[in-house]
């Protein structure tokens, strides 16, 4: 097998966030100046200054543009800017696959890569979705909408659904992905939500739409977060160990469209899914490395079914076999996979995907709050959604 181009020519050396704010909390300051102390704290965390950044990369129309970021921290000039289609999360990978193209080629010195979200500035719980305009700009609804799929919660439902009819998985094992965000919540003295919580509790959590409870479900938040980028060279003058991106991937399989979100009419193996399957192949053939070489995985957990078919799909577990693999414990903190150590989307906090980022680097840099003995290598996995969606593929040496 041909060398993985990218092969540890790139590397984060900067990471930060603001506060992990509830819905609507910090409305009055706004998605740009969220963006802007992210950064900072990244560049900080790097020991570089930001008028040293010459590269941006984000995802899912993230309002802080380049255009004023550039000029609000005095940068001497821009060579770079991406952004990676994708609602929510679906893109963090590929923004990471962008900002390490730009680096590892020398268009860019240092690429920051962000996402910044006020959940109360945007329409939310069905409203997007119901709004007639959007026919024009997102046809694809078109076919959906109609029937009274308008939120996320009724479109990852549908799915969640076809899963369980086709092998058996059950509710008590959606449970256990809540059940283990809270329990590695319990030790991140930031995460929104700590308390522990039982097969009990999620049972009788109300029905959002069914099979999805509200312990099933993502928080709402408002929070920033940043990722400095560099090449492997660089990387070693900055202020902490370099996490070298092995492999960065976006995409989906063929007809996926929109996924559960307004299909392409996608085969029913991809439809009980996370659409991610081509995405693992791109991933672990560039990076030169399979499931057995990860110690601690960060998988999108916007819903909790989505973690079990992200299982599936990166082939941590055989397909509709998911639901044992949890169930057996397996990525809980002494597991044989630990997953979302920082508590995730369910428990920490939901920024789309940039603190799961955060996290793998903690992990790798061996200073996280349920740090994982000897981790080597961690996987990111982008959010199930529309095309495409991604992943990242990280290790702490090159």
């Known amino acids: 097998m041909s060398e ?4 540890g020519r790139a590397a984060i050396v900067g990471i930060g966030n603001t506060a992990f704010g509830k819905r609507g ?23 570089i200054s930001p008028q040293q950044v010459d590269g941006w990369a984000s995802y899912s129309d993230d309002a802080a543009t380049p255009a004023a970021l550039a000029p609000a ?3 001497e000039r821009v060579r770079y800017a991406g952004m990676a289609w994708g609602g929510g999360g679906a893109g963090m990978g590929g923004a990471f696959l962008n900002a390490s193209m730009a680096v590892a080629t020398g268009q860019a010195d240092y690429v920051v890569v962000h996402r910044s979200i006020c959940q109360a500035g945007g329409s939310r719980f069905g409203q997007a979705l119901a709004r007639s305009d959007l026919s024009a700009s997102m046809p694809e609804i078109s076919f959906t909408a109609p029937f009274g799929q308008l939120s996320a919660a009724h479109m990852f439902a549908l799915a969640s659904r076809r899963h369980m009819h086709r092998f058996g998985t059950s509710e008590e094992q959606f449970a256990e992905v809540s059940i283990n965000a809270r329990l590695m919540a319990a030790n991140n003295p930031v995460a929104r939500f700590r308390d522990p919580i039982s097969v009990e509790d999620h049972h009788a959590s109300r029905m959002i739409a069914d099979p999805l409870r509200l312990l099933d479900c993502c928080m709402e938040s408002d929070v920033a977060g940043a990722v400095v980028v560099t090449s492997a060279e660089r ?12 492999a960065a991937a976006m995409g989906a399989p063929y007809r996926w469209a929109m996924g559960m979100m307004g299909g392409g009419n996608m085969s029913d193996d991809d439809f009980a899914s996370a659409g991610q399957r081509t995405v693992a192949e791109d991933l672990y053939r560039q990076s030169g490395l399979g499931p057995d070489d990860v110690d601690v995985a960060m998988i999108y957990d916007h819903f909790t079914p989505m973690v079990l078919m992200g299982l599936e799909d990166f082939g941590f577990c055989g397909k509709g076999e998911s639901g044992d693999f949890v169930q057996e414990g397996r990525i809980r903190l002494d597991g044989a996979l630990p997953v979302n150590t920082h508590g995730g989307n369910l428990a920490e906090v939901y920024a789309h995907g940039i603190t799961h980022v955060h996290e793998a680097v903690r992990q790798l840099r ?8 000897d981790a080597r290598v961690s996987l990111v996995v982008g959010g199930s959604g529309p095309t495409p969606t991604s992943a990242v593929m990280l290790r702490s040496e090159s």
């Open 4 to 7: 993985p181009w990218l092969s």
């Open 235 to 246: 990387a070693r003058d900055c202020a902490r160990d370099p996490v070298y991106i092995a």
């Open 366 to 373: 061996g200073c996280a709050n349920n740090q994982v003995e």
């Open 25 to 47: 909390e910090f409305a009055e300051r706004g998605t740009f100046a969220l963006a802007v102390e992210a950064i900072a704290k990244a560049c900080a965390d790097a020991g």
């Open 73 to 75: 921290f005095g940068c």
